[in-house]
Protein backbone atom coordinates (compact mmCIF):
# COMPACT_ATOMS: atom_id res chain seq x y z
CA UNK A 1 0.00 0.00 0.00
CA UNK A 2 2.98 2.71 0.98
CA UNK A 3 4.46 1.76 -2.47
CA UNK A 4 1.30 2.13 -4.26
CA UNK A 5 0.90 5.83 -2.50
CA UNK A 6 4.15 6.91 -3.06
CA UNK A 7 4.07 5.96 -6.59
CA UNK A 8 0.78 8.03 -7.40
CA UNK A 9 2.13 11.05 -5.48
CA UNK A 10 5.30 10.50 -7.60
CA UNK A 11 2.94 10.49 -10.54
CA UNK A 12 0.88 13.43 -9.67
CA UNK A 13 4.00 15.65 -9.07
CA UNK A 14 5.37 15.00 -12.68
CA UNK A 15 1.91 15.56 -14.10
CA UNK A 16 1.97 18.85 -12.22
CA UNK A 17 5.21 19.38 -13.00
CA UNK A 18 4.94 18.69 -17.00
CA UNK A 19 1.24 20.98 -16.92
CA UNK A 20 3.76 23.89 -15.24
CA UNK A 21 5.89 23.71 -17.86
CA UNK A 22 3.45 23.66 -20.76
CA UNK A 23 1.47 26.42 -19.28
CA UNK A 24 4.32 28.46 -19.41
CA UNK A 25 5.22 27.52 -22.67
CA UNK A 26 1.77 28.76 -23.85
CA UNK A 27 2.42 31.82 -22.29
CA UNK A 28 5.74 32.37 -24.01
CA UNK A 29 4.06 32.02 -27.22
CA UNK A 30 1.13 33.54 -26.97
CA UNK A 31 3.58 36.77 -25.93
CA UNK A 32 6.14 36.53 -28.55
CA UNK A 33 3.49 35.55 -31.20
CA UNK A 34 1.69 39.03 -30.26
CA UNK A 35 5.05 41.13 -30.01
CA UNK A 36 5.80 39.79 -33.49
CA UNK A 37 2.58 40.58 -34.75
CA UNK A 38 2.05 44.26 -32.98
CA UNK A 39 5.98 44.71 -34.30
CA UNK A 40 5.48 44.03 -37.81
CA UNK A 41 2.03 46.45 -37.70
CA UNK A 42 4.35 48.62 -38.49
CA UNK A 43 7.91 47.01 -39.35
CA UNK A 44 8.45 46.04 -42.73
CA UNK A 45 9.24 42.24 -42.91
CA UNK A 46 12.52 41.91 -44.20
CA UNK A 47 12.43 37.89 -45.34
CA UNK A 48 9.60 35.13 -44.53
CA UNK A 49 10.60 31.40 -43.62
CA UNK A 50 9.90 30.44 -46.69
CA UNK A 51 12.47 32.78 -48.64
CA UNK A 52 15.06 30.98 -46.09
CA UNK A 53 14.12 28.04 -46.68
CA UNK A 54 14.04 28.50 -50.32
CA UNK A 55 17.84 29.59 -49.78
CA UNK A 56 18.64 26.80 -48.31
CA UNK A 57 16.87 24.46 -50.67
CA UNK A 58 18.75 26.29 -53.47
CA UNK A 59 21.96 25.66 -51.87
CA UNK A 60 21.44 22.13 -51.41
CA UNK A 61 20.86 21.44 -54.60
CA UNK A 62 24.11 23.15 -56.06
CA UNK A 63 22.45 26.08 -57.04
CA UNK A 64 22.43 29.39 -57.33
CA UNK A 65 20.63 31.17 -54.56
CA UNK A 66 18.08 33.64 -55.71
CA UNK A 67 15.88 36.25 -53.53
CA UNK A 68 14.73 39.07 -54.93
CA UNK A 69 12.71 41.46 -52.23
CA UNK A 70 11.91 44.44 -52.12
CA UNK A 71 9.44 46.31 -49.54
CA UNK A 72 7.18 49.57 -51.27
CA UNK A 73 4.48 50.74 -49.11
CA UNK A 74 0.62 49.85 -50.14
CA UNK A 75 0.72 53.31 -51.95
CA UNK A 76 3.43 52.65 -54.12
CA UNK A 77 1.72 49.38 -55.21
CA UNK A 78 -0.28 49.88 -57.99
CA UNK A 79 -4.37 49.63 -56.93
CA UNK A 80 -4.96 47.30 -60.42
CA UNK A 81 -2.39 44.50 -58.14
CA UNK A 82 -4.66 44.80 -55.24
CA UNK A 83 -7.60 44.46 -56.59
CA UNK A 84 -6.64 41.62 -58.92
CA UNK A 85 -4.97 39.48 -55.97
CA UNK A 86 -8.43 40.09 -54.55
CA UNK A 87 -10.81 38.67 -57.48
CA UNK A 88 -8.03 35.65 -57.88
CA UNK A 89 -7.20 34.39 -54.56
CA UNK A 90 -10.27 35.69 -51.95
CA UNK A 91 -13.07 38.27 -52.97
CA UNK A 92 -14.42 38.03 -49.53
CA UNK A 93 -11.30 39.46 -48.31
CA UNK A 94 -12.83 42.80 -47.80
CA UNK A 95 -16.08 41.46 -45.40
CA UNK A 96 -14.49 38.24 -43.40
CA UNK A 97 -12.59 38.28 -40.26
CA UNK A 98 -9.90 36.11 -41.79
CA UNK A 99 -11.62 33.31 -42.50
CA UNK A 100 -14.41 32.49 -45.59
CA UNK A 101 -16.42 29.75 -44.05
CA UNK A 102 -18.88 29.59 -47.29
CA UNK A 103 -15.39 28.63 -49.11
CA UNK A 104 -14.56 26.68 -46.90
CA UNK A 105 -17.77 24.62 -47.20
CA UNK A 106 -17.71 24.54 -51.12
CA UNK A 107 -13.97 23.60 -50.93
CA UNK A 108 -15.52 20.26 -48.02
CA UNK A 109 -17.90 19.40 -50.60
CA UNK A 110 -15.91 19.88 -53.72
CA UNK A 111 -13.17 17.56 -52.02
CA UNK A 112 -15.64 15.09 -51.08
CA UNK A 113 -17.05 14.70 -54.49
CA UNK A 114 -13.99 13.89 -55.78
CA UNK A 115 -13.50 16.67 -58.25
CA UNK A 116 -10.29 18.78 -58.39
CA UNK A 117 -8.53 19.59 -55.10
CA UNK A 118 -9.99 23.51 -53.93
CA UNK A 119 -8.54 25.43 -51.24
CA UNK A 120 -10.12 27.99 -48.78
CA UNK A 121 -7.33 29.97 -47.58
CA UNK A 122 -7.94 33.80 -47.28
CA UNK A 123 -5.66 36.24 -48.02
CA UNK A 124 -5.20 36.90 -44.46
CA UNK A 125 -4.44 33.12 -43.81
CA UNK A 126 -1.62 33.23 -46.46
CA UNK A 127 -0.28 36.09 -44.83
CA UNK A 128 0.16 35.05 -41.64
CA UNK A 129 1.34 31.82 -42.87
CA UNK A 130 3.67 33.53 -45.28
CA UNK A 131 5.50 35.43 -42.67
CA UNK A 132 5.03 33.61 -39.36
CA UNK A 133 5.03 29.86 -39.87
CA UNK A 134 7.30 27.59 -42.33
CA UNK A 135 5.08 25.54 -44.92
CA UNK A 136 3.23 22.39 -44.78
CA UNK A 137 0.04 20.80 -44.27
CA UNK A 138 -0.35 19.66 -40.67
CA UNK A 139 -2.74 20.14 -38.00
CA UNK A 140 -0.25 21.45 -36.11
CA UNK A 141 1.17 24.24 -38.56
CA UNK A 142 -2.66 24.59 -39.32
CA UNK A 143 -3.62 25.93 -35.81
CA UNK A 144 -0.94 27.90 -35.45
CA UNK A 145 -2.25 29.63 -38.98
CA UNK A 146 -5.61 30.25 -37.44
CA UNK A 147 -3.94 31.73 -34.18
CA UNK A 148 -1.91 33.83 -36.01
CA UNK A 149 -4.51 34.28 -38.34
CA UNK A 150 -6.81 35.88 -35.70
CA UNK A 151 -4.30 38.19 -34.39
CA UNK A 152 -3.49 39.91 -37.64
CA UNK A 153 -7.08 40.17 -38.28
CA UNK A 154 -7.76 42.25 -34.52
CA UNK A 155 -4.22 44.32 -34.29
CA UNK A 156 -3.77 45.15 -38.51
CA UNK A 157 -6.06 46.98 -40.88
CA UNK A 158 -7.03 45.14 -44.41
CA UNK A 159 -4.79 47.71 -45.82
CA UNK A 160 -1.70 46.46 -43.95
CA UNK A 161 -2.78 42.79 -44.39
CA UNK A 162 -2.97 43.08 -48.20
CA UNK A 163 0.47 45.61 -47.76
CA UNK A 164 2.51 42.76 -46.29
CA UNK A 165 1.04 40.04 -48.41
CA UNK A 166 1.90 41.59 -51.41
CA UNK A 167 5.36 41.75 -50.18
CA UNK A 168 6.18 38.34 -48.87
CA UNK A 169 4.11 36.52 -51.00
CA UNK A 170 5.92 34.17 -53.11
CA UNK A 171 6.01 35.33 -57.26
CA UNK A 172 8.55 32.98 -58.96
CA UNK A 173 11.50 30.96 -58.67
CA UNK A 174 13.65 33.49 -55.80
CA UNK A 175 11.20 36.60 -56.88
CA UNK A 176 8.75 37.72 -53.37
CA UNK A 177 7.31 40.26 -53.47
CA UNK A 178 5.08 43.05 -55.42
CA UNK A 179 8.24 45.37 -56.96
CA UNK A 180 10.31 42.46 -57.27
CA UNK A 181 7.82 40.74 -59.40
CA UNK A 182 6.98 43.64 -61.61
CA UNK A 183 11.24 43.95 -62.42
CA UNK A 184 11.16 40.48 -62.61
CA UNK A 185 8.38 39.79 -64.77
CA UNK A 186 7.49 42.96 -67.14
CA UNK A 187 11.06 45.59 -66.18
CA UNK A 188 9.18 48.43 -64.46
CA UNK A 189 8.14 49.75 -60.35
CA UNK A 190 4.84 47.65 -59.19
CA UNK A 191 2.96 51.42 -59.26
CA UNK A 192 3.35 51.43 -62.86
CA UNK A 193 1.53 47.88 -63.38
CA UNK A 194 -1.09 47.59 -65.68
CA UNK A 195 -4.33 45.93 -65.82
CA UNK A 196 -3.40 43.02 -67.84
CA UNK A 197 -0.51 43.10 -66.02
CA UNK A 198 -1.79 42.70 -62.89
CA UNK A 199 -4.14 40.21 -63.86
CA UNK A 200 -0.90 38.17 -65.19
CA UNK A 201 0.93 38.26 -61.89
CA UNK A 202 -2.42 37.34 -59.88
CA UNK A 203 -2.53 34.38 -62.36
CA UNK A 204 0.18 32.27 -61.35
CA UNK A 205 -0.25 32.84 -57.92
CA UNK A 206 -1.45 29.33 -56.97
CA UNK A 207 1.63 27.93 -58.08
CA UNK A 208 4.62 30.45 -59.28
CA UNK A 209 7.28 28.05 -59.34
CA UNK A 210 5.37 25.91 -61.89
CA UNK A 211 3.32 28.36 -63.66
CA UNK A 212 5.21 31.55 -65.49
CA UNK A 213 3.64 35.10 -67.04
CA UNK A 214 5.80 34.81 -70.15
CA UNK A 215 4.62 32.86 -72.50
CA UNK A 216 1.62 32.19 -70.33
CA UNK A 217 -0.04 28.66 -71.00
CA UNK A 218 -3.63 28.05 -71.72
CA UNK A 219 -4.53 27.67 -68.21
CA UNK A 220 -3.00 30.99 -67.31
CA UNK A 221 -4.39 32.85 -69.91
CA UNK A 222 -7.79 31.58 -69.10
CA UNK A 223 -7.05 32.20 -65.67
CA UNK A 224 -5.88 35.81 -66.54
CA UNK A 225 -9.16 36.49 -69.02
CA UNK A 226 -11.13 35.43 -65.87
CA UNK A 227 -9.31 38.05 -62.81
CA UNK A 228 -9.85 40.45 -65.55
CA UNK A 229 -13.43 40.02 -65.81
CA UNK A 230 -14.20 39.85 -62.38
CA UNK A 231 -12.20 42.99 -61.78
CA UNK A 232 -14.70 44.78 -64.22
CA UNK A 233 -17.76 43.32 -61.95
CA UNK A 234 -15.58 45.10 -58.91
CA UNK A 235 -15.51 48.34 -60.83
CA UNK A 236 -12.03 48.42 -61.35
CA UNK A 237 -11.43 49.92 -57.77
CA UNK A 238 -11.13 48.14 -54.61
CA UNK A 239 -12.53 50.25 -51.48
CA UNK A 240 -10.94 48.70 -48.24
CA UNK A 241 -14.11 50.57 -45.97
CA UNK A 242 -16.96 49.15 -48.22
CA UNK A 243 -18.21 45.54 -47.75
CA UNK A 244 -19.31 43.59 -50.96
CA UNK A 245 -22.41 41.30 -50.55
CA UNK A 246 -23.15 41.12 -54.51
CA UNK A 247 -22.92 37.28 -55.14
CA UNK A 248 -21.94 37.77 -58.88
CA UNK A 249 -18.41 38.41 -58.43
CA UNK A 250 -17.95 35.87 -55.78
CA UNK A 251 -15.86 32.87 -56.84
Not at 3 to 20: A, C, P, Q, W
Request: with cysteine; glycine share 4%.
Amino acid sequence: MLYSYSFVKLGMFVLKFILRWLLRLFIAFAVFSLAGVILFKWVPVPATPLMIIRCIQQKADGKEMKMKHNWRNLKAISPKLQLAVVCSEDQNYINHFGFDFKAIEKAIESNKAGKTIRGASTISQQTAKNVFLWPGRSYIRKAFEVWFTFLIELFWSKERIMEVYLNSIEMGNGVYGAEAASQYWFNKPCHKLTKDESAAIAAILPNPLKYIINPPSNYIQKRKIWIKQQMDFWGNKLEYDKFNDDEDIKR
